[in-house]
């Protein structure tokens, strides 16, 4: 896996927020684990902060942009409804034979990518797929909103797939999702259903929506379902695992879900402190700084997992090559 990745230069620091909204950094840090976030430049969308990811990776995978077969985007901030930020990537990068699609799955969107990705190459379709996570929250988020706008930050990661030896590379997928929580995490306006209007903004519809415990509760439950699910289909156990990479969505999420696993802190990888939630992008994100860290190795066991809107939820193991 060639791996690379993009935030931007802009940090927004708990601080920062102090000035802009009723809140404070220790509020921030203890109810989220979060400390900063990245914030696009008003002329970067999703696609810009793609590509950098996605030219890191190639290098790194020694794959270059005119043998890959697929691109798949996953993101909920596309640049725009159509058409997909796949294809001005596809277009940007020279990937002149790829295929490429946007997935929608919210922060699920890189695990389900993954599956997706694995399914092509399996099948011998493709040879290389280039999957991509990029997200601007920033754009979609209401800064008068105290309880959303703390959250979440830009950036993106991207990876480049190809065939690996039987019993090496991604073990197990498991995607799952439960439409009846849809309303719990949404962005409702600006689709079909509630197109652009100056009524729709007012009522602030084109914002993210969000009912925070219901959405803490339903995490915690399906992380560590979904983390068990992923390990029988792999035919493991937890103590088979080297790392867990899981969505950074609230550290406090993570520490409920380690200890539902009864599994040690210390091999789960966190950098929520650093880049807040970026969606799809918050597990490419990990796993670089994982990688930067030293703390991947050939061979090793990794699980990640995944939970957002939809409601969706997916976790894969992966063995390292
Ligand atoms: N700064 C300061 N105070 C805040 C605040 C902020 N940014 N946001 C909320 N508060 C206040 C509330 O108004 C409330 O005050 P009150 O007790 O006087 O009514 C108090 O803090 C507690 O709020 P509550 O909503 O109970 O906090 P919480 O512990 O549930 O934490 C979240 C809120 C959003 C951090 C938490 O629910 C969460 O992380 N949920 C999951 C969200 C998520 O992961 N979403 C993305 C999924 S992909």
Same mark, same amino acid.
């Given at each position: 896996?060639?791996?690379?990745?993009?935030?931007?230069?802009?940090?927004?620091?708990?601080?920062?927020?102090?000035?802009?909204?009723?809140? %404070?950094?220790?509020?921030?840090?203890?109810?989220?684990?979060?400390?900063?976030?990245?914030?696009?430049?008003?002329?970067?969308?999703?696609? #810009?902060?793609?590509?950098?990811?996605?030219? *890191?990776?190639?290098? +790194?995978?020694?794959?270059?942009? &005119? $043998?890959?077969?697929?691109?798949?985007?996953?993101?909920?901030?596309?640049?725009?409804?159509?058409?997909?930020?796949?294809?001005?990537?596809?277009?940007?990068?020279?990937?002149?034979? &790829?295929?490429?699609?946007?997935?929608?799955?919210?922060?699920?969107?890189? *695990?389900?990518?993954?599956?997706?990705?694995?399914?092509?190459?399996?099948?011998?379709?493709?040879?290389?797929?280039?999957?991509?996570?990029?997200?601007?929250?920033?754009?979609?988020? %209401?800064?008068?909103?105290?309880?959303?706008?703390?959250?979440?930050?830009?950036?993106?990661?991207?990876?480049?797939?190809?065939?690996?030896?039987?019993?090496?590379?991604?073990?197990?997928? =498991?995607?799952?999702?439960?439409?009846?929580?849809? =309303?719990?995490?949404?962005?409702?306006?600006?689709?079909?259903?509630?197109?652009?209007?100056? #009524?729709?903004?007012?009522?602030?519809? =084109?914002?993210?929506?969000?009912?925070?415990?219901? *959405?803490?509760?339903?995490?915690?439950?399906?992380?560590?379902?979904?983390?068990?699910?992923?390990? $029988?289909?792999?035919?493991?156990?937890?103590? #088979?695992?080297?790392?867990?990479?899981? =969505?950074?969505? %609230?550290?406090?999420?993570?520490?409920?879900?380690?200890?539902?696993?009864?599994?040690?802190? $210390? +091999?789960?990888?966190? %950098?929520? #402190?650093?880049?807040?939630?970026?969606?799809?992008?918050?597990?490419?994100?990990?796993?670089?700084?994982?990688?930067?860290?030293?703390?991947?190795?050939?061979?090793?066991?990794?699980?990640?997992?995944?939970?957002?809107?939809?409601?969706?939820?997916?976790?894969?193991?992966?063995?390292?090559?």
């Amino acid at each position: 896996m060639g791996v690379g990745t993009y935030v931007p230069e802009k940090i927004l620091t708990n601080k920062d927020l102090e000035q802009m909204i009723d809140t %404070n950094d220790q509020w921030i840090r203890s109810r989220t684990g979060i400390k900063e976030r990245r914030i696009a430049a008003p002329e970067q969308a999703a696609s #810009d902060l793609a590509i950098p990811a996605a030219v *890191v990776a190639l290098k +790194k995978a020694g794959v270059a942009p &005119a $043998e890959v077969d697929l691109i798949i985007v996953a993101t909920s901030t596309p640049d725009m409804c159509f058409p997909s930020t796949a294809c001005a990537i596809q277009h940007k990068l020279g990937c002149t034979k &790829a295929g490429a699609f946007d997935l929608s799955a919210a922060c699920s969107g890189f *695990v389900y990518a993954l599956s997706v990705a694995r399914q092509f190459i399996a099948t011998g379709t493709a040879k290389y797929v280039l999957v991509i996570a990029s997200e601007v929250f920033s754009r979609v988020l %209401n800064w008068q909103d105290r309880e959303t706008c703390i959250l979440f930050g830009d950036g993106a990661g991207a990876v480049v797939l190809g065939a690996v030896a039987p019993g090496q590379g991604i073990i197990s997928a =498991h995607l799952a999702a439960d439409g009846a929580g849809g =309303h719990l995490l949404t962005l409702p306006g600006c689709g079909s259903r509630l197109p652009l209007t100056p #009524d729709l903004m007012k009522q602030g519809l =084109h914002y993210v929506t969000m009912e925070g415990k219901e *959405v803490f509760k339903f995490a915690v439950r399906v992380m560590e379902t979904g983390a068990l699910k992923a390990l $029988e289909l792999a035919g493991m156990e937890k103590d #088979d695992l080297d790392l867990i990479i899981p =969505h950074q969505a %609230n550290s406090r999420i993570i520490e409920h879900v380690a200890k539902k696993l009864h599994f040690p802190l $210390e +091999k789960i990888m966190v %950098n929520v #402190d650093k880049y807040g939630n970026t969606s799809a992008a918050s597990i490419p994100l990990a796993l670089d700084d994982a990688l930067r860290q030293g703390r991947i190795k050939p061979g090793d066991n990794i699980l990640m997992i995944a939970f957002g809107g939809g409601l969706t939820w997916a976790a894969t193991i992966v063995k390292w090559v």
